[in-house]
């Protein structure tokens, strides 16, 4: 059957969900440009400022400052992860604006996204003002940074609800029809009174991150952790398809207490199937930036044919038919039913008799599952508790499942 991947997203049509953010580090038009030949939703612009010299980074200013990459290695292979130290520079207004006109010029059909960070009410309505006049379809108000107006203490915005709900509206006057994204961290709490709050000051939708800080590994030769900058190290921000899990909770406790706004997410997903489940969780734009990087531009082709295909098997018309759905199902743990009983179940012809889930069972102390003479894994019902911890381990995809029993 046919499907469709375009939604309406707070008024504006994307082609697909898929946007890239802010590649590459330097803004580079042409590059932008490029991302948009290649079929990708829609792509957001680095953060404008009324700061003008923050405009003239080029790669030379850059280096030494550039975002400082490296992956995660686990048993000497390099799995999908990534750590990087970025500097945040955002550009000037004038560069947005020629950003803008230029892509809407060349892709009047395609969505452009402009990024803006303010810190006063001046800097709020004034970028937000030309942003919208130089043609942006959206625009996204970073409130990740911190407000720089005291010099005794530095508040990161998005933990100020007062402050949040000021530069909202400071922002909406500014953008005045155009709509527009807040981007927010997705673990503040009170998540009700944000959205409510910020509904009513003009937002549109939020863009939910997470970015943990980590180290992504260590040198055993020179004992130095990654990634070695002279000699030293720091915290990196962390990314890629590891911290999927932690996006897709952060989606459920948003979407459980969002009726009002639309919901971007930014970090998490790395194949058509981590998109599936994001969008399944109640987002509607999937915004890709680590991702890009690492896979290259034609990233989304493997991501649109994935998606298409799983609703042609689904039998379902539209993504914006997949947005929430599993939604319902989530609960808070003091709600969940107690009354069905489950047990571990194997697909026997696919299981390779590896042992590791009779290890598992034994360590534990349940003794549930037992070996014939042939290695062949039995499951005793009778004995097995259903935790599921077998399942988790079983190195073969799909092969052991929980499957409800009657006693």
Not at 195 to 207: D, I, M, Q, R
Not at 308 to 321: A, R, T
Request: some cysteine; glycine content about 10%; overall charge neutral.
């Amino acid at each position: 059957m046919e499907v469709n991947l375009g939604l309406n997203f707070c008024g504006v049509n994307f082609p697909n969900p898929f946007v890239v953010s802010k590649v590459p580090p330097v803004g580079d038009v042409e590059i932008i440009a490029a991302q948009l030949e290649a079929g990708w939703g829609g792509v957001i612009l680095r953060n404008a400022s009324l700061n003008t010299a923050a405009g003239k980074q080029t790669i030379t200013a850059l280096r030494g400052k550039a975002p400082l990459y490296r992956g995660v290695d686990y048993e000497e292979k390099r799995i999908i992860d990534l750590g990087w130290i970025e500097p945040q520079a955002p550009i000037s207004v004038e560069e947005a604006e020629s950003s803008i006109r230029t892509l809407k010029e060349r892709f009047p059909d395609s969505v452009v996204i402009a990024g803006m960070v303010g810190t006063s009410r001046e800097e709020w309505l004034k970028v937000s003002r030309r942003l919208s006049q130089a043609g942006a379809d959206m625009i996204e108000c970073d409130f990740s940074i911190s407000n720089g107006n005291s010099a005794d203490v530095k508040t990161v915005i998005a933990h100020d609800l007062k402050l949040m709900e000021k530069a909202s509206r400071y922002v909406r006057e500014g953008a005045r029809s155009t709509p527009v994204i807040l981007k927010v961290p997705g673990t503040l709490p009170e998540r009700e009174m944000i959205v409510e709050t910020l509904k009513e000051a003009g937002a549109n939708a939020l863009n939910l991150f997470y970015e943990p800080k980590g180290v992504p590994g260590i040198n055993l030769t020179n004992f130095i952790p990654f990634p070695n900058v002279g000699g030293k190290s720091t915290l990196s921000i962390m990314g890629g398809a590891a911290i999927k899990p932690y996006v897709l909770g952060i989606l459920a406790e948003w979407g459980i207490a969002n009726k009002r706004l639309g919901l971007s997410v930014l970090g998490g997903a790395y194949n058509w199937r981590d998109c599936v489940e994001l969008i399944l969780m109640g987002a509607s734009i999937l915004q890709f930036h680590g991702a890009v990087l690492q896979r290259g531009v034609r990233f989304v082709d493997e991501l649109k044919s994935g998606v298409s295909d799983y609703l042609s098997e689904k039998m379902i018309s539209s993504v914006e038919k997949l947005v929430g759905k599993s939604l319902p199902y989530f609960v808070t743990e003091e709600n969940l039913p107690r009354s069905s009983l489950v047990a571990a179940a194997i697909d026997e012809e696919i299981c390779t008799h590896c042992g590791i889930c009779y290890q598992i069972c034994e360590g534990l102390g349940y003794h549930a599952i037992n070996f014939s003479d042939q290695r062949k894994p039995m499951i005793d019902k009778k004995k097995c508790v259903g935790d599921g911890l077998c399942v988790a381990a079983c190195p073969v995809f799909n092969c052991m499942s929980l499957r409800r029993v009657s006693r």
